[in-house]
């Protein structure tokens, strides 16, 4: 019984603790500086239990900033799981771009509240650097991606992104058009589009009687 108690408790903790992460993002886009105690009572939550889930405010932006990259992150596995490589890559592009477009309010917040940029880069880095292997390698696999292409490569490749204002009515075509774009520049070269591997010639390759 004492065992069944505290999963509950353990439950409500983690409840609560999710239910403040969605509130602080809607708060922290819509404000950088909304007030943490707006946060807790929209929240649903008592000024203890929140603070001793985030003693200060940079402790709460920094965790709504990896949360919310953790879950762009996580939907690279579902897509594999349900469309072609190609298409999933495709389709996590644009996923990224519509967190990094609605998401613009959060990264005011960042920048006014964060002072450690090198752990700020890494929490964010991470997560999206093992999706884009993930789908690199399902795509690599499959032959519909050129096979020297790295994670660092696509992260360079689609920077272009984060110099798009997203307050312009034409944000998301300007995005669609670069993504459409990178994904033209990972196809060229691929084995399965029936054309040479980077670095080889249209005579080179088995059969030819070439070294």
Do not use: C
């Not at 762009?72 to 890559?89: F, N, Y």
């Not at 690599?140 to 994670?151: H, N, S």
């Not at 660092?152 to 670069?178: C, E, S, Y």
């Not at 591997?197 to 249209?202: D, M």
């Amino acid at each position: 019984m004492q065992e069944e108690k505290g999963a509950a408790l353990r439950s409500d903790a983690q409840r609560n603790r999710e239910r403040i992460l969605e509130v602080a993002l809607d708060e922290l886009t819509r404000a950088a500086d909304a007030p943490l105690s707006m946060i807790a009572k929209k929240a649903g939550v008592g000024q203890g239990t929140f603070y001793r889930n985030f003693p200060n405010r940079e402790a709460l932006v920094l965790e709504v900033y990896r949360y919310e990259m953790q879950q762009v992150a996580d939907t690279a596995a579902r897509l594999l799981r349900t469309r072609p490589p190609d298409r999933a890559l495709r389709e996590w592009m644009d996923r990224l771009a519509q967190y990094a477009m609605a998401k613009a309010g959060l990264a005011d917040a960042l920048r006014k509240t964060t002072s450690t940029h090198g752990s700020l880069a890494q929490i964010g880095y991470t997560p999206v650097s093992e999706a884009v292997t993930l789908l690199l390698t399902a795509n690599k696999e499959a032959g519909t991606i050129r096979p020297d292409l790295t994670p660092d490569d696509f992260l360079l490749a689609i920077a272009g992104l984060w110099q798009i204002d997203p307050h312009t009515p034409n944000w998301q075509p300007r995005a669609t058009r670069l993504l459409d774009l990178v994904m033209d520049g990972l196809r060229a070269g691929a084995r399965g589009a029936g054309g040479p591997a980077p670095g080889e010639s249209e005579g080179d390759g088995p059969g030819t009687g070439r070294p």
